[in-house]
């Protein structure tokens, strides 16, 4: 399994855009004070069941140096158990380098596999998907900075 290149279609963007707006219109999206790469603190319940998911990566954090195959260990709270069984993670090491992985449950783990594109310093951003759609809610991306990875080139 390897990465592969995405584009995105204008009209997805649009369509994105569109359900951002109007998911923005339940609640503040913006991060309360406190709020750490697996997402903002102090958010209620009843937002963020509105939202959607809440995507947590537990490993790799900011900062940290891996080698690759790469072990990514995450939550995902806020669905049903047959919604779940439609989802998969989505890694995008560059806006044009992403791969879909299969989730496991409501925490798990998958492997990034060894790939000669995906070694050097990234900005990690990981999404839940459905049908390969990625939610809206702010709370379905996390963004995991400057980690280094070690692998073939």
Not at 93 to 120: M, R
Request: hydrophobic share 40%; charged share 15%; proline share 10%.
């Amino acid at each position: 399994m390897s990465f592969i290149s995405q584009r995105r279609r204008p009209a997805a963007l649009l369509a994105g855009a569109f359900a951002a707006a109007l998911v923005s219109c339940t609640g503040s999206a913006s991060p309360r004070p406190g709020g750490t790469a697996t997402g903002p603190a102090n958010r209620t319940p009843a937002m963020t069941a509105r939202q959607g998911p809440v995507l947590q990566i537990l490993s790799p954090e900011p900062g940290q140096t891996v080698k690759l195959p790469m072990t990514v260990r995450y939550a995902i709270t806020g669905l049903d158990q047959v919604s779940l069984s439609r989802c998969r993670i989505r890694l995008e090491v560059s806006p044009s380098l992403a791969q879909d992985f299969a989730v496991e449950g409501a925490t798990g783990t998958l492997q990034v596999p060894t790939d000669k594109f995906v070694p050097g310093h990234r900005n990690l951003r990981f999404t839940v998907v459905q049908d390969g759609q990625p939610f809206a809610g702010p709370d379905a991306t996390v963004a995991v900075p400057d980690v280094t990875i070690i692998g073939p080139k």
